[in-house]
């Protein structure tokens, strides 16, 4: 009983010390309730960075949420901070030295509509920045030599709907990426040698809203690359896909077959999104050699049967067949109840007709003559 009453305590005596602490704060500002050295800003009618100056504890956290904050001047931004968000705020002006008290601890920073156009010069200074994020804003100039200067030790870079028309020839420089996402390019494909200097240490590459046709190339000759994702393209069939991949996202793009051995190489596939596809057939050695795969999405296609491709997959938890109107189920995909039966933990969503898939493989099925399929 009092173990439980020094923790409510402690809880309590964390609340107070939290409220007490808001006084040094600007009005729009708040710490977070599970996080004391996190603060969020929304809204308000300050121009420039908040003074946060009053604060005694240290902020490691800071994110700024349609502000009214136009421009950051030299120092403005405190000391200590490990990540920075800007949210939709109009900034037009970024002085060179506005990172200068957080330029060898800054390590994450995104600028979500918040950029006037231009990479400013200030980035040049983050020597510990490893995160870095722009979305939603039309980048005319990409300040290359700044970019060059950041590639030495960015790990993660995201850029989405930037208004990039072709492959970025600076991303070059970004030697240091596990984790690169692309939204919203138009380029038709990767030149060949666009993903070289990472070659050996892309963990993860999310590249969405494409015009690829195909997997590029650039893409295949990835040997570290355990993540892909090429969603919403208009890719048509699976080849070309690096043999170490742990997990693929193909949803939304032109596939209308898998064929026999589309997943030979792939032994170590774990979880594979195909949703949104116009998929009329999976062939039934389709994932030979796959037999860890657990995670399965099938969502919105237009298959009308229940693969038989299924019986190589000894490990599945999770298969979703959702939204798929033409799907029928039939003694011929009796042959799956075996399976199915061996998975007693699996979760398997979807309907065929009327009756669920589950069901049809616990009763209906049964039904079927033994010779039958």
Request: glycine share 6%; hydrophobic share 40%.
């Amino acid at each position: 009983m009092g173990g439980l009453f020094s923790i409510r305590l402690y809880i309590l005596n964390g609340l107070l010390t939290m409220i007490a602490s808001q006084s040094c704060l600007p009005k729009e500002c708040s710490f977070d309730v599970m996080n004391g050295q996190s603060v969020h800003c929304t809204g308000g009618s300050f121009s420039t960075f908040p003074d946060l100056s009053k604060c005694s504890g240290p902020i490691y956290w800071i994110t700024l949420t349609r502000t009214s904050i136009t421009n950051l001047t030299d120092n403005s931004v405190p000391h200590r901070l490990l990540y920075l968000s800007f949210n939709d705020n109009p900034l037009t002006s970024v002085s060179d030295g506005a990172f200068d008290n957080c330029g060898r601890t800054l390590t994450a920073l995104t600028f979500d509509g918040s950029l006037n156009g231009t990479i400013p010069n200030a980035l040049e200074r983050l020597t510990a920045l490893t995160i870095l994020k722009i979305s939603n804003q039309d980048i005319n100039d990409w300040n290359v030599p700044v970019l060059q200067k950041l590639g030495t030790h960015v790990q993660d870079l995201t850029l989405s709907s930037v208004s990039l028309s072709g492959w970025p020839d600076w991303l070059k420089h970004f030697t240091e990426l596990n984790a690169l996402e692309i939204n919203n390019i138009t380029s038709p494909t990767i030149p060949d040698d666009g993903l070289l200097q990472v070659t050996s240490k892309l963990i993860t590459l999310t590249i969405s809203q494409h015009n690829f046709t195909e997997i590029p190339k650039a893409v295949t000759d990835l040997l570290a690359v355990k993540f892909l994702n090429l969603p919403d393209g208009k890719i048509k069939e699976i080849k070309g896909l690096p043999p170490q991949v742990e997990g693929l996202n193909l949803e939304n793009n032109l596939i209308e077959k898998v064929e026999d051995g589309t997943f030979k190489s792939l032994g170590d596939l774990e979880t594979l999104h195909l949703d949104y596809n116009p998929l009329v057939s999976i062939a039934q050695d389709a994932f030979v050699n796959s037999s860890v795969i657990s995670y399965l999405t099938l969502q919105a296609t237009n298959l009308a049967r229940v693969p038989l491709a299924f019986l190589h997959m000894p490990h599945m938890m999770f298969l979703r067949m959702e939204d798929n109107a033409g799907l029928v189920c039939t003694c011929d995909e009796a042959a799956l109840v075996p399976w199915f039966e061996n998975l007693p933990y699996m979760s398997f969503i979807g309907d065929c007709g009327v009756i669920g898939i589950r069901s049809f493989f616990t009763t209906l099925a049964k039904d079927c003559p033994k010779n039958g399929f």
